[in-house]
């Protein structure tokens, strides 16, 4: 693990060519070891105050002018006593003040250290801790306010109250396990049976949330799939606004898989228009219809196209849907009647269809809203809490797992011994989340994961 101890320094922007480079210094000697070879005194510093001059290396030579920003122990982002310098975005620049710094005294961060500082100062807790790589890495509106929100502690601050009503009942039934022999009573039974359903009912929704918030995280694949020539790169082309895949009315045109990132509603949808899937087909040809296979496993959603005006492309995509259901029963499959601007109008029996015309735009903003809500289902983005992280996720699966056993020895009259045992198993892993239970291990693996400089 870190050492604590030790002043460090880091590059915090990004490496290259930029207009201006921040480097951070953190820890108890961070103004002594900067004040090394900034060309102003640096005593009686106020927070949050900057301060311009020059930065020079240890043989007193001028590196670049710069802005330093002094944050007193206490009131940084690691809780300790920092300074941040902003000087010119050349690496070189760059480079040359950090090796000042490291020779007046700093040791260069290792990756996450800072937020690790952050979480271990109290200024932070272990989920908004990930929380900062979550926002890092965002791609999209969702992904970031669902990394906000956790970084704001709001997932943190609903886990505690949960917690606590658990460790508050817990007490009760290890306070009878104390008396044991008197047979005094301090918990009353049904309403611990009706917590322990209660905080289970919740820790399985937010696992529930994890599905949908791991799919925002990474981005949503959409594969596109049907015959040939039914208009799955013409709909690519139409959703993107712009020609990425080659259309034409030969059919196998599309040989191999095209990948486009689309934004719908502030959720990063990862489209795959694949090749048209035929039996009569010719080896290059084949070779993409077996990559299109392997990116319909891969996919969140799948988008099966028929042609609206071929009822035979109409009874093939049923028995795709069909076949996909049974291999795949989780896999959210919308079915599409595309060509609407040249066939027939649906009947009834079509329903299941959503029809478009995906040369014309017929039917495009009903398909966007359609992804939405096949993606999101139940679940308000606005509101709820969306579990995105698979350390968490596991942990609460963990806790579900003995508040369930909790909940089985309650109905069924079973010793407190083993309630006050499964629900202090519970209590741990909901810990684990926020980090009032951790270990090395687990710190050392979550921090390693971060950038250098943050």
């Not at 899937?277 to 028929?306: D, F, N, T």
Request: some cysteine; hydrophobic content about 40%.
């Amino acid at each position: 693990m870190f050492n604590d101890k030790e002043t460090i320094c880091a590059l915090a922007t990004p490496n290259g060519i930029g207009a201006i480079g921040v480097i951070r210094v953190s820890g108890s000697k961070a103004k002594e070891f900067v004040a090394k070879g900034f060309s102003k005194s640096l005593d009686n510093l106020v927070s949050h105050t900057s301060h311009f001059g020059v930065f020079k290396n240890s043989n007193v030579e001028p590196i670049d002018e710069v802005l330093l920003t002094y944050f007193e122990n206490g009131k940084s982002f690691t809780g300790e006593e920092s300074i941040e310098i902003g000087c010119h975005g050349s690496p070189y620049i760059q480079q040359q003040i950090i090796k000042a710094l490291i020779k007046y005294g700093c040791r260069l961060a290792e990756p996450g250290e800072f937020t690790f500082r952050s979480y271990f100062n109290g200024k932070m807790d272990l989920s908004q801790a990930e929380a900062v790589a979550d926002l890092i890495a965002s791609q999209s509106k969702v992904a970031h306010d669902i990394a906000l929100k956790q970084l704001r502690g709001g997932f943190s601050n609903e886990l505690k109250d949960l917690r606590e009503k658990l460790i508050h009942f817990a007490s009760l039934v290890e306070l009878e396990l104390d008396f044991a022999e008197e047979d005094v009573e301090f918990a009353d039974r049904t309403e611990l049976k009706n917590l322990v359903s209660d905080v289970l009912h919740y820790i399985n929704k937010l696992a529930q949330s994890f599905e949908l918030g791991n799919a925002i995280k990474e981005g949503v694949p959409v594969a596109i799939v049907g015959a040939p020539n039914t208009g799955k790169s013409t709909l690519l082309n139409q959703l993107l606004g712009e020609d990425r895949a080659i259309v034409s009315e030969i059919a196998g045109t599309t040989r191999d898989v095209i990948e486009e990132t689309l934004n719908i509603e502030g959720i990063l949808f990862r489209l795959i228009d694949t090749a048209g899937i035929r039996e009569e087909a010719e080896a290059i040809e084949a070779l993409g219809i077996a990559r299109s296979k392997e990116k319909i496993k891969l996919a969140k959603v799948v988008l099966c196209m028929a042609d609206a005006s071929d009822s035979k492309s109409i009874g093939e995509v049923e028995q795709w849907v069909n076949d996909l259901q049974e291999e795949y029963p989780d896999k959210k499959i919308l079915m599409l009647a595309n060509k609407l601007d040249v066939a027939k109008t649906p009947s009834a029996s079509e329903s299941n269809y959503l029809y478009i015309s995906a040369k014309d735009g017929l039917g495009i903003e009903e398909l966007k809203t359609k992804l939405v809500d096949l993606l999101t289902g139940s679940f308000d983005l606005a509101n709820d809490t969306i579990v995105s992280n698979a350390r968490h996720y596991d942990a609460l699966i963990r806790t579900a797992e003995y508040l369930d056993k909790a909940r089985y020895d309650l109905d069924n009259n079973i010793s407190a011994d083993f309630v006050a045992m499964d629900i202090r198993q519970a209590m741990y892993y909901l810990g684990t989340i926020t980090g009032d239970i951790s270990t090395d291990d687990l710190l050392g693996n979550i921090f390693s994961k971060f950038c250098i400089g943050k």
